[in-house]
């Protein structure tokens, strides 16, 4: 079957942890006989931001770590449809592409095309922008793929689509595996994590954007103050850190590293005891039973995570075995002295994190989810 999916960016993940996902079910697909086309606008903000910050290196390294991965990166104001679409047998259209090529996918759609049509939501706009997402026209799509039962009711409660699915995000698990445990994506990455191992050695990393004072509070409480006050040595990767949130790093003893890939990341993990999750102000008010996908992540790739508050609604892990929960920062502290004091606490936090993603939330499943859903429209 060809898949042809239209997103924001799969070369940058710079403040776009949409394409980890992304990448990873398009890996699979292709894994699976499936022919994938990726669509991405030439003036992609994450992109640009991404060469302004870094230069053209870092997509060197992306098609090196994704060598069967490639995309067409297009001027939205020339885009042929009929060029894009031809043989499509699913198109996914993501949730971060312009309302007017949204729209022109769907008329195309009802104009006679032959594919199987679906709208793909990670973001909480839905709850927290609901004019912006509303003004999409989904009249021509077959339904949408959400990633959280919340954001699937707000769509058929507003009517938004004629129909929609949960589909949460998952781990890459041709990308994560702890330390140099299984096989990287590439002999490319296989030597620079090897590079890299040598310069990691600390207690905690959190690997997150500073993110439009989201979360500015709960990283003081969580993160920043846990640190300094056990003395610990940790590492902060992420983008968009203002000059004030710099300063408070490192007043708190914090290393800022600035943004690590996606495909970095398990080498990132493996010189730490720990990570630590810290949900956005808007999943935790709004989107109750919505992770990141750095929770996904982190567990595959063997790192003993701690989490500030969220409600797993929708059953995803076990919180107190696959991972702890810290309702404060003094629980944090606790936890986190627990887990540089107890090797053995740390090693079996980890394993049980890795085995039930193996089990549940790998890309791999969710492209069964997704065949599973084209199957039922074919009917």
């Known amino acids: 079957m ?28 292709l894994a699976r006989g499936h022919e994938v086309r990726i669509y991405e606008p030439r003036n992609a903000w994450s992109l640009e931001n991404l ?38 047998g699913l198109v996914l259209v993501h949730e971060w592409n312009e309302h007017g090529l949204v729209a022109r996918i769907g008329c195309h759609r009802r104009g006679g095309g032959r594919y199987r049509l679906l709208f793909h939501d990670t973001h909480h706009r839905s709850v927290t922008d609901c004019a912006a997402m509303a003004s999409y026209d989904l009249s021509g799509y077959d339904g949408v793929l959400a990633f959280g039962e919340v954001i699937r009711e707000k769509y058929v409660a507003q009517g938004w689509a004629k129909r929609a699915w949960t589909w949460h995000e998952a781990a890459d698990m041709r990308v994560c595996a702890p330390g140099l445990i299984g096989q990287p994506v590439s002999p490319v990455i296989r030597e620079d994590r090897r590079n890299r191992l040598s310069q990691l050695d600390g207690d905690l990393v959190w690997i997150g954007n500073w993110g439009d004072d989201e979360r500015t509070r709960e990283i003081e409480e969580f993160l920043l ?13 992420g983008v968009r850190y203002p000059q004030s949130a710099l300063r408070a790093l490192a007043e708190a003893g914090l290393e800022y590293a600035g943004w690590a890939p996606n495909y970095e990341v398990p080498s990132v993990f493996s010189g730490f005891r720990a990570t630590v999750h810290i949900p956005r ?24 995570l701690l989490s500030a508050p ?17 309702r404060s920062g003094e629980e944090m502290k606790s936890h986190l002295r627990a887990l540089r004091n107890d090797a053995a606490m740390s090693r079996e936090l980890a394993r049980r994190g890795r085995e039930t993603v193996l089990a549940r939330h790998t890309c791999a499943h969710r492209v069964d989810q997704l065949l599973e859903i084209c199957q039922c429209l074919s009917n």
């Open 225 to 237: 103050k846990p640190v300094r006050d056990l003395r610990l040595t940790a590492r902060v990767h």
């Open 310 to 326: 969220w409600t797993d609604s929708e059953n995803l892990f076990t919180p107190g075995r696959d991972f702890l929960f810290a």
């Open 51 to 88: 060469v302004a910050e870094y230069g053209e290196e870092p997509i060197r390294r992306f098609h090196a770590a994704f060598p069967h991965l490639a995309s067409v990166r297009y001027d939205p104001a020339a885009l042929d449809l009929e060029e894009a679409l031809d043989g499509a």
């Open 2 to 29: 060809r898949v042809v999916l239209f997103c924001h960016s799969i070369v940058s993940d710079w403040n776009h942890g949409n394409a980890h996902f992304l990448r990873g079910v398009a890996s699979e697909l």
């Open 281 to 304: 102000g808007p999943y935790v008010r709004s989107l109750p039973g919505i992770p990141t996908i750095r929770v996904f992540e982190a567990l595959a790739c063997g790192i003993p």
